[in-house]
T-cell receptor
Framework: TQLLEQSPQFLSIQEGENLTVYCNSS?????LQWYRQEPGEGPVLLVT?????EVKKLKRLTFQFGDARKDSSLHITAAQPGDTGLYLC???????????FGKGTRLHILP | DSGVTQTPKHLITATGQRVTLRCSPR?????VYWYQQSLDQGLQFLIQ???????AKGNILERFSAQQFPDLHSELNLSSLELGDSALYFC?????????????FGPGTRLLVL
């Protein structure tokens, strides 16, 4: 059972457009992390959100944690080719020490 | 550069064989985690060691084993390899003994079983 669903699986858009990708679950997480992974590399942590409703900004990237701590979104403004990569969300379950990764959204920004 | 190193970068072997993947954590990190990443399953947690002791187990097969040495480097041993074991294997490290802390990932070892 995949506890963390990421959508869309694939997204290809033009440079300069805005986009939002989602990470959803029926489970409550004590924290949620977003990673970006480029081909041939390991995932790199972008942000950790902890509080329900929390919003964090990282330049053109805006991360939001749902009020109920079951879901999260990543919004990118004015996407650039350098944003291309696999975006993974990972949630820490309340009940134990597990971190669950979603399968990721593969984003491709066309110049 | 995350500071986590993994060797080898690529590995091609045959079914039934045994391989060892090596990981050196970031300086000062006591936790080492192993993950398997395949296209259909995504990133799957295998096992964690903290300061030489096994801390947590995930979806690790009995054919796989790991250890962490006194100098904190870790090895993941994969035996009786099957075609389905072909995947990217990542090592990550962190200061924290729990998996809720920030993990820094290495560049991975790409294993191809023929």
């Amino acid at each position: 059972t995949q506890l963390l669903e990421q959508s869309p699986q694939f997204l290809s858009i033009q440079e300069g457009e805005n986009l939002t990708v989602y990470c959803n679950s029926s489970s409550v997480f004590s924290s949620l992390q977003w990673y970006r992974q480029e081909p041939g590399e390991g995932p790199v942590l972008l942000v950790t959100v902890v509080t329900g409703g929390e919003v964090k900004k990282l330049k053109r990237l805006t991360f939001q944690f749902g009020d109920a701590r079951k879901d999260s979104s990543l919004h990118i403004t004015a996407a650039q080719p350098g944003d291309t990569g696999l975006y993974l969300c990972a949630g820490a379950l309340n009940r134990d020490d597990k971190i669950i990764f979603g399968k990721g959204t593969r984003l491709h920004i066309l110049p | 550069d995350s500071g986590v190193t993994q060797t080898p970068k690529h590995l091609i072997t045959a079914t039934g064989q045994r391989v060892t993947l090596r990981c050196s954590p970031r300086s000062g990190d006591l936790s080492v985690y192993w993950y398997q990443q395949s296209l259909d399953q995504g990133l799957q947690f295998l096992i964690q060691y903290y300061n030489g002791e096994e801390r947590a187990k995930g979806n690790i097969l009995e054919r796989f084993s790991a250890q962490q040495f006194p100098d904190l480097h870790s090895e993941l041993n994969l035996s009786s390899l099957e075609l389905g074991d072909s995947a990217l294997y990542f090592c990550a490290s962190s200061v924290s003994p729990t998996r809720r802390g920030t993990q820094y990932f290495g560049p991975g070892t790409r294993l191809l079983v023929l």
